[in-house]
């Protein structure tokens, strides 16, 4: 089985720029919380999703 080599490719000084500084741009730090509103209301989605799907399995609700 042959190995692949990879292809060197040309990174101009722009490309390096965006890249740190985009780089983790994403992760949340301990300073930026979802406020807790947010969270409620996902939590409260998640739970409603659920009983929905429990009632559906338990025949409480007959679709």
Known sequence: MAIEEKRQTKETPE?????EKTKGA??????EKPSFRYGLLLG????????????????????
């Open 26 to 31: 994403a992760v949340l730090t301990p300073q």
């Open 15 to 19: 490309i390096k720029k965006q890249r």
């Open 44 to 63: 409260l989605i998640f739970v409603a999703i659920n009983l929905f799907a429990a009632a559906i399995y338990f025949h409480v609700i007959n679709p």
